[in-house]
């Protein structure tokens, strides 16, 4: 079939993990659909790709609508960040534990003997999240006839270099988009320019709010690129004016504000972090404790899912006494969360601002059994195994990627009573607990999908595995 061939009328039958639509086509090859398939749709496809046993595909347009397509928010638009917002919530969810299951089925018999808990929703499906990542660009494109200097907002769903303006994003709440309008305003009208990834030439990059959910204490990051042909250093002194004499007395709540040097040709944030108003962190008050959040720190982004999400991982770990090591911990909050049931609990994460946060995050809620490494989770493991230290309990909660290939092996070494492994993909999570399960040391006794992504295809898993000889 050639590419750019257009096929009529073609059902979405499901959703795959990453968000792709899949439908078969007459001949039986498996099509997979980019463009925001909905289960239940019927559309018209151009073919992108076409390969042996399967096909690429883009939709062109709806013939039929899902009978899963839900009531709107008034001012929702739909960006390549939630784009399961026309999917009614409770087919979200179905959906999601679906894609667990389905992920895991490679474990087989291993599997003879586990329970899949019910799914647990996210507390609020809108303005959930405590952390938003806006981005700056131009959209100048000669075949299209576009010329575009300023754009605010969005990546364009599978175009990294296109930013689509954000009128109101419905995952945040009204607060951080009003932040969000004053800099937008701010920023168009300064005249300084958007970084342009082609050439590296300008200021503007990414801006991030974070907002504590129970303090309201917000911190905001402005990525800019300080380096290029033509930046004079007044835009900083511009931007450090703004921050301190128009945002921080209309949004008093802005109580830590930070320029990130980002000189990187790398669309990430990332790079030196000067403060430039108020605090070095904020304060975010999870089931009864305190933590504080640096600006480079993983923090979970919807604070009242993260909640589901550790009670559920503290319900799945048993395990009392002992040594606890808490794997790829960010600011520390499972392992002091779980540090009154161990006698010696080590927090184990790679960005030193987080550790330093975990460390002071202890001492604040008066932790004392809590030690803390900066460093990579897969060397510490060795470390601690060669030096003939024992551990009783296990828990892992890795970045998106899973573990380094060599940690599942070592961690089987500890012999622990129980590992609970809190998973952001499904696919990842498979392919370590094979790793953990083949030697028939341990078996998988539970499983529980938890949505912290309402209208994203994330979900997070958490699997708890028992020592069994
Ligand atoms: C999904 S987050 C979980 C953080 C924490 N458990 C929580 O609930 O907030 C994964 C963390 O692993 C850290 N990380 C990434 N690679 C790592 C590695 N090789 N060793 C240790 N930590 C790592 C990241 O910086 C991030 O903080």
């Given amino acids: 079939m050639k590419k750019n061939t257009v096929l009529e009328n073609v059902r979405i039958d499901k959703l795959v993990f990453g968000g792709k639509g899949l439908a078969v086509h007459p001949d039986g090859r498996k099509i997979m659909v980019s ?3 909905i ?23 709806i013939v039929a609508k899902s009978p899963f397509e839900g009531d709107l928010p008034a001012h929702y638009q739909v960006y390549g960040g939630c784009k399961w917002l026309p999917i009614r919530y409770d087919k979200q ?6 894609q667990v299951k389905d992920a895991l089925r490679i474990l087989r018999d291993k599997l003879e003997n586990t329970v899949f808990h019910p799914i647990v929703a996210s507390p609020e499906i809108y303005g959930y999240r405590n952390k938003v990542e806006f981005s700056w660009g131009k959209y100048i494109s000669d075949r299209e006839g576009v010329r575009d ?13 296109r930013i689509v303006d954000c009128d109101y994003c419905v995952l945040a709440d009204d607060r951080i988009n009003e932040i969000f309008a004053a ?25 991030v709010v974070r907002k504590s959910k129970s303090t309201g204490a917000t911190m905001l990051v402005f990525s800019a690129n300080t380096d290029y042909e033509g930046f004079t ?36 944030v990332t790079g030196e972090a000067v403060k430039i108003h108020g605090s070095d962190t904020i304060v975010e008050n999870l089931l009864g404790l305190e933590f504080e959040i640096h600006p480079k720190s993983f923090f979970q982004t919807n604070s009242l899912g993260a909640e589901k999400l550790y009670e559920t991982a503290l319900s799945l770990m048993k395990g009392q006494g002992g040594t606890l090591l808490d794997l790829y911990a960010g600011t520390g909050t499972i392992g002091i969360l779980l540090a009154k049931r161990f ?3 080590h927090s184990v994460e790679l960005v030193p601002e987080a550790s330093a946060d975990g460390k002071r995050n202890a001492a604040r809620n008066g932790v004392k059994n809590v030690e803390f490494f900066a460093g990579k989770a897969e060397d510490f493991v060795k470390a601690f195994l060669a030096s003939g230290k024992k551990a009783d309990a296990i828990m892992i909660d890795p970045p998106r990627d899973g573990m380094h290939p060599d940690a599942p092996k070592t961690i089987l070494e500890f012999k622990a009573k129980e590992i609970v492994y809190v ?38 898993t958490v699997a708890r595995l028992e020592r069994v000889s």
């Fill in 35 to 37: 463009g925001g398939a």
């Fill in 39 to 61: 289960p239940g749709q019927t559309v018209n496809l151009r073919i992108l790709k076409s390969k042996k046993n399967y096909l690429e595909a883009q939709i062109q347009g």
């Fill in 93 to 98: 969810l179905e959906i999601k534990d679906d």
């Fill in 149 to 161: 200097e300023f754009r605010f907002g969005f990546h364009k769903q599978g175009e990294f270099d």
């Fill in 183 to 207: 800099v937008r305003d701010y920023s168009r009208d300064s005249g300084i320019p958007t970084y342009d990834p082609k050439t590296q030439i300008g200021f503007w990059r990414h801006f």
């Fill in 233 to 268: 250093r007044k835009e900083e002194g511009e931007l450090l004016v703004f921050v301190r004499q128009t945002l921080v007395p209309k949004f008093p709540e802005i109580e830590s504000a930070y320029l990130l040097r980002n000189t990187g040709k790398a669309d990430i």
């Fill in 343 to 345: 006698d010696t609990v």
């Fill in 423 to 460: 998973s952001c993909n499904p696919a990842t999570l498979a392919r370590d607990l094979v790793v953990l399960l083949e030697s028939g040391e341990y078996r998988l006794t539970d499983v529980v999908a938890v949505d912290m992504f309402p209208h994203t295809h994330h979900i997070e």
